[in-house]
């Protein structure tokens, strides 16, 4: 039996009323999930336990079956395994973006924050800024390390854990009440608002109608990560694939091996085939008990607010990612199971992570049923199968 995990993160959502009252995964067009559907157990899990945030590091554990209460010590500090950031035990690692505030002529703290993801930035454009910054503001305290795109790292010696508020969930407010208690931490953002503003490279991003990447937002602050062997605490040899650097990190600490794909790129974009295809050659050919097939895209469309954007992004996963797998491994002759949910709702209202409840999807190919339902958030409440400690669904997955 070969076990694979279709991870549509944020793909779950509200009702809309531009959608006629349903969500975006009621809308998109999911044949291939539909058909699914049918021969599945479906039901939906809460990924997110009480008392702590929504984000996609939480989610993430719990999906992959590490309880976040246990195992949880900060979303940046996952991303540094994937970076490979020498972490020591009295290291501090803070979340780094590079955002686009709104440019206005007023104080730092009256500024708005318009993009938490400053229209996407390449790692290399990233790249150049953040060597600007590093010139002015590294020092033997605070340190930077690239990560991807808009996502890097600031290691902060003998630091603590202070409370950050990440930038997706304050789009289009000012951020004054937001910005760091942290004296020093607020300096550096500041301080990085006048070295990125005006930099030749953001003069070009904005002639080329891109927001400009004008500031560093620090989130995510935590310690040194320690994670069991996913190995040793499933018994499956496990494979991930992502293109994010928190997925990478887990898998990292996990002792996980991470597949790179050409084209992978946490985008709309991104190269949903060679996922698919690099999956299904990591458990048929390459000795792999288990994959996990991360997506971004339709958490960053939430994040922008585009619900035709989050509804094809659903589309890709659908028709681009889940046909592909199906298909190749049903001609493989290997028995499989597929599980397919998302990590959390990121609804187009809010624009941020949910801690609801999210559908989750169960396939075997070795048995046979016939349900009369769709996967999506309303059906999947009405099957009554409802999972408090999603932690445990991974079970379901892998258990004989």
Request: contains cysteine; aromatic residues 8%; negative net charge.
């Amino acid at each position: 039996m070969k076990y694979i995990l279709v991870l549509g993160d944020g793909m779950a959502d509200e009702p809309i009323e531009s959608l006629g009252g349903l969500t975006p995964l009621e809308y998109a067009k999911t044949p291939n999930m539909d058909k699914l559907a049918t021969k599945s157990v479906i039901g939906m899990a809460k990924t997110i336990p009480d008392g702590m945030k929504p984000g996609s590091d939480t989610a993430n554990l719990a999906v992959l079956g590490y309880n976040p209460k246990q195992y949880y010590t900060g979303r940046s500090p996952l991303e540094a395994l994937s970076i490979g950031v020498p972490m020591e035990d009295t290291d501090i690692a803070i979340r780094c973006n590079i955002v686009t505030l709104s440019e206005e002529d007023v104080p730092y703290e009256k500024q708005t924050i318009i993009d938490h993801s400053s229209s996407e930035i390449s790692t290399e454009d990233a790249a150049v800024l953040l060597e600007a910054v590093k010139a002015e503001l590294e020092n033997d305290i605070y340190q930077f390390w690239l990560g991807t795109s808009y996502r890097h790292c600031t290691i902060w010696k003998k630091g603590q854990v202070v409370d950050l508020t990440p930038p997706h969930d304050i789009l289009g407010k000012t951020i004054g009440e937001y910005l760091p208690e942290d004296e020093k931490l607020r300096e550096m953002m500041k301080k990085s608002y006048d070295i990125l503003n005006h930099h030749p490279l953001n003069e070009e991003r904005a002639k080329k109608g891109l927001n400009k990447a004008n500031s560093l937002w620090f989130w995510g602050a935590g310690t040194k990560p320690i994670l069991d062997s996913f190995e040793g605490k499933f018994g499956k040899k496990g494979a991930m694939i992502s293109a994010v650097d928190l997925l990478k990190g887990i898998a990292v600490g996990a002792e996980m091996t991470n597949i790179e794909v050409e084209g992978a790129d946490g985008t709309l974009e991104t190269n949903y085939e060679g996922k698919a295809d690099a999956a299904v050659k990591a458990v048929t050919q390459d000795g792999f008990d288990f994959v996990y097939i991360h997506v971004e895209a339709p958490d960053e469309m939430g994040h922008q607010g585009s619900v035709e954007r989050k509804i094809k992004a659903i589309e890709n996963i659908d028709t681009r990612i889940l046909s592909h797998v199906t298909e190749k491994m049903d001609a493989s002759g290997e028995d499989y199971r597929l599980l397919v949910l998302p990590d959390h709702p990121t609804p187009i209202r809010t624009r941020t992570h949910s801690s609801s409840p999210v559908p989750y999807m169960l396939y075997d190919s070795t048995k046979r049923m016939q349900k009369n339902w769709l996967y999506n958030e309303k059906d999947a409440e009405k099957s009554g199968n409802y999972l408090d400690d999603g932690y445990q669904l991974i079970n379901s997955l892998l258990g004989d």
